[in-house]
């Protein structure tokens, strides 16, 4: 198993350390040719979790433009799939116990849709009416608290979960629930559609080459300066930014630019030594208890790879892959095998993460390799250090935060970048105003 990770290293450092590959000569002289472009950063909060957004180029559209277009987004999302805000369709449609058909938004109406499709393919083992099952697991909106729920608790309230339970059209768009009592709950796909809605917004006011992310899930669009776009993939139960995997998302890719990753080892709680994750298998019950540790999807929207994502992870690492295979799907199934020891299986373009082990000698040839490669790497960290600490004492800057400074963007009104948080809460008078402002003019 150290052979595996001592590839993956090499991996990730030869992602970082050399120029991606896959662009033509046309492709790179048209860069060249072009103005140089910069690269403008956006972070926030949203639907319970943090967002980055990154913009290259557009220099025709301010940053006013930008952060507000962003912010009003995901605004529109919270409205429309947020459980936290009373007020949204979701809540709404959460406390009525009609059977009618329930109007609700077109977007709201196309989600429900897609998860409803992933439910049927999984046969159950993706569901949104999951909702009171998440809840008294102490991972939904109401007050957390440590107590695991009693058997005839979960019984009871399985009777009130089920995919066929809900019904769902977009012509006109609207749901329908078969029972009074049942609830839907959309986080498992909802963030992933906000990454899709805030890439297709920049599109329309002419940013064409973006990186957006919320909660982990990715969709890029176009390239940035000197190549494409790479997102990571974590490694399970390490560190928040360990990167296992630096994946690179070229443009015009067949699979697709958006990547989502569901895994068991951020949000839990332990009771009694007993680990519970926040993945509710909707068959039992439960959180899951499986090996599979983490699961990535690459899909055409980041809907689709967020849904499908957790789809895979609920099923387990055998299930999984039959269904991944079935589907023509791209993912990347990571499972524990020991103590900080994993196992990769994939599928599609991402099988290529997942290489059987090396024998012997193969082993020796990719540790050899791994020397000149971890002098370079050093050799280029102690410039860097050097370059810094030159700086500190000539130019008399306190050095701040880990990397020292050096992700620091000065702003027009005197901020940084990296400290910057545009997004407002839920509650934000001055967004609403806004945004009723933009809508009467329009």
């Known amino acids: 198993m150290m052979i595996q990770q001592t590839r993956r290293a090499l ?17 790179a002289s048209a860069q060249d040719e072009s103005a140089p472009r910069t690269i403008r950063e956006y972070r926030g909060k949203t639907m319970g979790t943090s967002y980055m957004v990154k913009v290259a180029g557009a220099e025709a559209l301010d940053d006013q433009t930008l952060r507000f277009a962003i912010d009003a987004e995901l605004r529109r999302v919270n409205d429309q799939m947020s459980t936290y805000l009373k007020s949204s369709e979701i809540s709404k449609f959460n406390q ?20 409803q499709s992933i439910a049927e393919k999984t046969d159950g083992a993706f569901d949104i009416t999951v909702a009171p099952l998440v809840n008294a697991w102490n991972f939904g909106p109401t007050e957390r608290s440590s107590a695991v729920p009693d058997p005839d608790t979960i019984k009871e309230l399985m009777a009130t979960v089920g995919y066929k339970k ?9 749901v329908r629930k078969l029972i009074p009592e049942l609830q839907i709950d959309l986080s498992s796909i909802a963030k992933g559609h906000g990454v899709d809605r805030v890439v297709d917004k920049l599109a329309e006011l002419g940013a064409g080459d973006v990186f957006v992310e919320i ?25 928040k930014d360990t990167v296992m995997i630096a994946h690179p998302m070229l443009q015009n890719e067949p699979a697709g630019n958006a990547m989502a990753t ?25 959180p899951v208890e499986h090996d599979l540790a983490s699961v990535t999807v690459i899909a055409k929207s980041c809907m689709e790879a967020d849904g499908w994502a957790t789809a895979l992870n609920v099923l387990g690492p ?5 269904i991944a295979t079935q589907n023509d799907l791209h993912a990347l199934l990571v499972s524990r095998s020991g103590a900080k020891e994993y196992q990769m299986v994939g599928t599609g373009i991402l099988a290529q993460y997942a290489e059987a082990t090396p024998d012997a000698a193969e082993t020796t040839s990719w540790l050899a390799a791994l020397v000149p490669i971890a ?3 050093f050799g280029v960290f102690s410039i860097l ?48 105003e806004k945004m009723d402002s933009k809508q009467s003019t329009m």
Request: proline share 5%.
């Open 11 to 27: 991996l990730l450092v030869a992602f970082l350390l050399f120029p991606l590959t896959g662009f033509s000569t046309s492709q």
């Open 96 to 115: 009525s116990t009609s059977t009618d058909w329930f109007d609700v938004s077109i977007e709201f109406a196309q989600v429900v849709a897609a998860a």
């Open 166 to 174: 809900l019904e769902v059209r977009t012509d006109p768009p609207s």
């Open 215 to 239: 909660g982990g899930e990715v969709r890029t669009s176009g390239d940035k300066p000197g190549g494409a776009w790479k997102v990571g993939i974590q490694l399970p139960d390490a560190a």
């Open 262 to 286: 569901s895994g068991d080892y951020r949000n839990v709680y332990v009771v009694d030594g007993k680990r519970y994750s926040h993945t509710i298998d909707p068959r039992t019950g439960s």
């Open 318 to 322: 055998e299930p999984a892959l039959a």
């Open 375 to 377: 002098i370079l790497t």
């Open 385 to 432: 250090l050097f370059a810094m600490a030159i700086g500190v004492v000539f130019g008399r800057r306190s050095i701040s935060g880990s990397c020292g400074g050096l992700a620091n963007k000065t702003n027009e009104d005197g901020s940084t970048s990296c400290s910057l948080c545009s997004n407002p809460s839920d509650a934000c008078k001055e967004l609403r």
